[in-house]
């Protein structure tokens, strides 16, 4: 068969076994075995599909339809202007967190400095967060990415590696930041912590609950306990003048604008992503 049958016939079988987006699905695996974007696959849709090619793709079908997410199936996923890989080392690269991205890039623009910036992304995960930071941004910086599972680190490393960013970029194995013990030396904590409650962690989907990893998502009872305690750290360790950045569920606006005014933040945002959810809160710590 020709792949142009054979991303057909895959998309429809994956679509009559409940997966999501199945014809996208289909081309995606297509494009990643044969080394192409889904842009340049139609070059390649007259041409007979191998053995090897087909036995790949087989094994694809198979992972999805036991539930696994497609981006974990394909071993890699774009971000921004990265592409990273992926897997179930760490949460997936979300497009809602390419906002938070943009929104700690639009304050460093706003708010230049002559001296160094220190910007730390805690619960780095894939380094998503951090490694397009280090990529976008050409000020003067240090860039620090921390997360608690050593397993996400080497991931976030190798991505490092992949991206041409570890020159540029520090990984560490860090609990929040209870290691990082120089006082007043951070302009900017970015995050996309933990943040559904621990209740609701066992009701998402199993595509969410099966395979990314529980330690990336629950956020205590309350789904605010990382907040809590981050904020806690981030007066200890931010310059004044500093900011923090977060990305946050759709019904944590109001109570994350509690938290930063109960540690002393200022210039406070509750801003909604482009469903129209709360999604980011960000605050400058008082000078």
């Known amino acids: 068969m020709i792949w142009r049958e054979v991303i057909r016939k895959t998309g429809e079988f994956l679509d009559s076994k409940g997966v999501p ?17 889904r842009g340049f696959l139609v070059s390649h849709l007259s041409r007979e599909v191998s053995e090897k090619h087909l036995e790949a793709l087989r094994r694809g079908m198979r992972r999805l339809v036991a539930g696994e997410p497609l981006q974990y199936v394909l071993g890699e996923w774009d971000f921004r202007t990265l592409t990273l890989s ?9 497009p809602e967190t390419e906002e938070l991205v943009s929104r700690v890039l639009k304050w460093l623009k706003a ?26 941004y ?17 991931l ?34 970015v995050s996309n912590p933990p943040y559904i409650e621990r209740a609701v962690c066992d009701t998402l989907d199993p595509r969410v ?30 310059r004044p003048g500093g900011a923090v950045f977060f990305e946050i569920g759709e019904n944590q606006g109001e109570a994350l604008r509690s938290l930063l005014e109960n540690y002393g933040f200022s210039d406070i945002k509750i801003e909604k992503d482009f469903a129209g959810h709360d999604r980011y809160a960000s605050g400058i710590l008082a000078v």
């Open 21 to 37: 987006d199945a014809p996208t699905a289909s081309e995606l695996m297509a494009s990643r075995l044969l080394g192409c974007s």
């Open 209 to 238: 609950r099966n395979f990314e990893p529980r330690l990336a998502l629950d956020g205590g009872e309350s789904g605010l306990d990382f907040y809590d305690r981050y904020l806690a750290d981030a007066l200890n360790v931010l």
């Open 138 to 154: 050409k000020g003067n910086a240090a860039f620090i990415g921390s997360d608690v599972s050593e397993d996400a680190i080497a």
């Open 156 to 189: 976030a490393k190798a991505n490092a590696v992949r991206t041409g960013l570890s020159q540029r970029v520090k990984f560490v194995v860090m609990d929040g930041l209870d290691d990082f013990d120089e006082p007043e030396c951070v302009d900017v904590i």
């Open 111 to 136: 708010n230049p400095s002559e001296s160094e910036r220190i910007i730390i992304d805690v619960g780095t995960g894939t380094g998503a967060i951090i490694l397009s930071l280090a990529a976008e």
């Open 86 to 94: 992926c897997d179930s080392r760490a949460l997936i690269p979300r």
